[in-house]
């Protein structure tokens, strides 16, 4: 029974972010296709915020880049699952080993997230050596090396014309596994020893060293693991969409991921998960106004809401904090207790100073 | 020879107008920690100014939109900035990338997505030939208002108070407030030389195309954020050779690429870029606040 | 402080849980009552067409001129008593010009019983609209995309697309240039951004050789540039300019390109396909001469087809003038077709409706003559307008009709 209390306040972050996104995706199909399919989106937003998060919120670097390892991840898992007889007339000039693959669905998923993770690892070799502001931009040169590879490669990619053929397999429960997985597994992550070093990196680069940190190894590990995480969501995205071109994982989608996580809140997984549904909601409320203002209002509505967030809650909605059942509790008996916080309060002008000296 | 020289004179005129998209951003961030992507919109409301006022002579309507474009950054600064100043640099980046997409869509319902066509002088857009390389007006625009951009902010920067203001912020924020600066007015001068920057961008790309548009803001901001990190923290030296090293390296690579290749030359210019980063991981200038 | 937080976190969450079940509750009522409609296979009370379109972001410029023209014709048609007695009703859902959008914007008028659907201007964006659609047994057309891909081995059967195939425009200029400009040597300058202007440069290349012109040089820009000095000096290399110059690009990266070359000196003839249709870029570019560009039909009131006349004094009467005729032209044409095919296949149901259109077989319709056979949903030959810019005026040259177009991939 004690064991059983320790596992469980050991996981009841999660536990209740599973809870939630499962709650979500299962109310949603009640609205029709229409609500189902903003769900698929939603928790495969999800899956890429929480994957950007095991990166940049664990490490405090920002990312600019970590799109690429989706759109790896989109193309390997569709070139290995497009079927064999479409494959031929749709991209003769394939490399044979892959002209030959034809995977099942969970296959092509590990593998978009191996492809990933190694291309990440990769890059992790000489990048996760720089300081973190460097590794922002070496990120956001490989985002664009990836695309620009992707939109130029046409024997493989088809260039900037859309690759279409993928198999459609990601369905509401798909995308709700894969969520509730990543979801565990980052936390797992955050938890261990790997993660905790990586995390007293964040709070102090020089002191972590001092106990020992190799805040190199750390950040590469991170790399590597959100890669996978995100190359996954990359492969379970494309064959949600069935054609994709390498737009799709370009700019937009990586302003878009920052945005939420930002949101959310970067400073813990909590962040990560409600940013993504709360764009996803307020972007659903502010089209049904829509019908009264006319268009337009989502996208300056979205704007609006997304300022005034960041104005009165500067460290995000979660303010760094994770979701535990004494939240709800507390919120309950509405009494006072002591949050079990996991990250210290971020003085806003010392985090400031903790990026500067690099 | 000549050949050569026309690339070299090329080169000078795409690098100083990057100069002055990064100039501004790279001043910002030096004193605020932000790196504000709601300069592209600057950019674009300066350009939609000059559109607006194109029916009037063409200096006036280009003064109007001056102001027009440093209005708007005061008010930027004023409405989303100032109420999330000293917040996270994420918190921050974020904040202007809601200003940006709130004022791009707002561009959109207001003009639509079709290019607004911009008359401007032809004299302005001229080439001349001087021994045989030709000079792009557009070029000789570039390259003169950045010296003078350049120049007149070094001059202001050095020798008067409020210059030196900015300098102290930009090198210990707390410190000059402890020192009696005042910190909005130093943050409020800065946003106003940065929308005075765009201005001139937004003329310098207007005489170029001859159009305004919603998305016009997206790569010049690109452009200005890659070479602000190039150059190293906060570093407006470091911005400015970012600037010109990436400006000179899309017109060596668009120059030296096969055909085949062309398409994908941003491919090779972002391999220099990290390249660059490896060789100099702290920046091409490493900033005086890195030594811990 | 930490409490506040939290407190305002959960508040938030609970808000999110609340907004989403109701959204659910609202949703699910909704299209309880209207579910019968989905299916397309109701043949009593009206037809609902859903308008699956732009009607916010970068793509809304250029659809919504197209869903004014389909109005005007469905307004027509519903004055006349309807197609078969059924009349018209219309559902709209805005894509946002986004990928998802056009997803989630097919979904919400399939929802509300939609058993046509009219989608956005290009491909790519296309696409899932056309997937929704064809889950839902609906016929889906694209009123002015100018790829080839509606195809039904691309995308499926039920996805068409009104507009002319990009390559009989690249072919037209390339016969046009050839026969009556007596050019000789060709130059290329694509821009690869979007994939229709690589498709039309290969198909002027192609013709170009075909009929016996030279190609004395290629080159690549990117509409995002911010200066096109590189283009210009290897212009400039050239032993002899060229006759003329095939600019595949469009507005406003190819515009800048176009005045960048003009400012240089560069006087060659230069013609591009209809992505340079309308006047609004004109003045970019002051004083323009020697300009080519191929269009649908006439703005001006001066076209050799009186229909096409008509069409845009009505649109113009109603919605003001548009930027280019192609949007109007194509919306009132996809209401055509869909009240000519279902005329003969006496329902919308897509088993029925698509083998309807693709009997058409040069089937006269404002827009000109249309064709789809059992693999492509694109026209792919169908006569262009020539379109000739002189001092930065625009001028009906003549109506081309390619003898060859050529299958570019």
Partial sequence: MGRLRVALDRTQTPLLLALLVLAIGLLAPLGGLALENRAIVMLINVSLVVGLYSFAGLSGVLSFGHMSFMSIGAYTGALVSIPLVAKGTLLPDLPGFIANTELSFPLAVLTGGLVAALVAFVVSLPVARLPALAISLALFAVLVIAYQVESNWDSVTRGRQALFGVPTNTNLGVALLVAVLTIFFVYGYQESRFGLRLRASRENELASQAIGVDVVRERRIALVISGFVIGVAGVVYAQYLGVFTPNDFYLDLTFLTIAMLVIGGTRSLTGAVIGPILVAVLTYVLQRGETITGPGLQQIGLALVMLVVLIFRPAGLSGGAELRFSTLRGLLARSRFRAASRAPEPEPARAKEALDDV | ?292 | ?409
């Fill in chain 2, 1 to 292: 020879m000549t050949e050569l020289i026309q690339h070299f004179v090329d080169a000078a005129g795409l690098a100083s107008l990057y100069a002055l998209l990064a100039l501004p951003v790279a001043l910002i961030y030096g004193i605020m920690g932000l790196i504000n992507f709601a300069h592209g919109e600057l950019i674009m409301i300066g350009a939609y100014g000059l559109f607006i006022f194109a029916a009037v002579t063409l200096p006036l309507a280009a003064f109007l939109a001056l102001v027009l474009v440093i209005v708007a950054a005061l008010a930027m600064e004023r409405a989303a900035f100032r109420p999330v100043r000293g917040s996270s640099p994420e918190t921050l980046l974020v904040t202007s990338f809601a200003v940006s997409f709130l004022l791009q869509n707002v561009a959109l319902m207001i003009f639509g997505s079709r290019p607004k066509s911009v008359e401007t002088p032809s004299v302005l857009s001229q080439t001349v030939t001087v021994g045989g390389v030709q000079v792009e007006g557009v070029t000789i625009l570039s390259v003169g208002l950045a010296l003078v951009c350049i120049g007149g902010l070094v001059i202001f920067m050095r020798h008067t108070a409020f210059g030196m203001a900015m300098r102290a912020s930009a090198e210990d924020f707390t410190m000059a407030r402890l020192v009696g600066i005042r910190a909005n007015a130093v943050i409020s001068g800065t946003f106003a030389i940065s929308g005075a920057a765009a201005g001139v961008a937004a003329f310098i790309l207007v005489v170029q195309g001859g159009s305004a548009f919603a998305t016009m803001g997206l790569t010049p901001v690109i452009i200005a954020f890659v070479a602000t990190m190039m150059g190293g923290l906060g570093s407006l030296s470091g911005a400015l050779i970012g600037a010109c090293l990436l400006g000179a390296g899309t017109v060596a690579f668009d120059v030296m690429l096969p055909t085949q290749l062309r398409s994908a030359r941003d491919a090779f210019v972002y391999g220099g870029v990290l390249l660059l980063l490896l060789v100099r991981p702290q920046g091409i200038v490493a900033s005086r606040r890195e030594r811990v």
């Fill in chain 3, 1 to 409: 402080m930490r409490l506040a937080r939290l407190r305002a976190l959960i508040l938030a969450l609970a808000t999110a849980a609340v907004a989403v079940s109701l959204a659910a509750c609202g949703g699910s009522g909704g299209s309880g009552s209207s579910g019968e409609g989905e299916g397309g296979g109701e043949e009593s009370g009206p037809i609902v067409v859903g308008f699956a379109t732009a009607q916010s972001g970068g793509f809304a410029s250029y659809d919504q001129p197209a869903v004014e023209g389909a109005k005007l014709k469905i307004d027509e048609i519903n004055a006349a008593g309807g197609i078969d007695g059924r009349q018209i009703e219309v559902v709209e859902a805005d894509t946002r010009t986004d990928i998802n959008g056009a997803r989630e914007a097919a979904d919400e008028v399939l929802a509300q019983g939609a058993e046509f659907m009219v989608t956005t201007c290009d491909f790519d964006y296309s696409t899932p609209s056309i997937v929704e659609a064809q889950s839902h047994d609906v016929v889906a057309i694209s009123p002015c995309a100018g790829s080839t891909k509606f195809r039904t081995d691309v995308i499926g059967p039920n996805g068409f697309s009104m507009g002319t195939g990009v390559p009989a425009e690249g072919a037209s200029q390339a016969e046009f240039a050839y026969e009556r400009l007596e050019a000789e040597t060709a130059y290329v300058i694509v821009d690869p951004t979007i994939d229709i202007d690589k498709q039309s440069a290969a198909a002027f290349e192609e013709r170009w050789q075909e009929l016996g012109g030279t190609i004395v040089g290629k080159d690549v820009f990117q509409q995002e540039d911010q200066s096109f000095s590189a283009q210009i000096s290897r212009l400039r290399e050239l032993s002899e300019p060229p006759d003329v110059i095939y600019l595949a690009s469009y507005p406003p990266g190819g515009v800048r390109l176009l005045r960048s070359m003009r400012a240089a000196g560069i006087d060659s003839t230069i013609l591009a396909d209809s992505n340079f249709d309308g006047s609004y870029w004109l003045k970019s570019v002051p004083g323009l001469s020697n300009f080519y560009h191929t269009a649908y039909g006439s703005l001006n009131g001066d076209d050799p087809d009186p229909a096409v006349n008509k069409l845009i004094a009505d649109v113009t009467a109603k919605y003001g003038k548009p930027e280019t005729e192609i949007g109007s032209l194509s919306g009132y044409s996809v209401i055509e077709a869909l009240q000519r095919a279902y005329e003969k296949a006496g329902s919308t149901e897509a088993g029925k409706l698509v083998p309807a259109l693709e009997e058409f077989n040069e089937e006269k319709l404002t827009i000109g003559p249309t064709t789809y056979d059992d693999v492509n949903h694109t026209t792919l030959n169908r006569p262009v307008r020539i379109i000739k810019i002189e001092n930065g005026k625009e001028s009906l040259v003549e109506v081309w009709e390619p003898k060859k177009v050529p299958v570019v991939d």
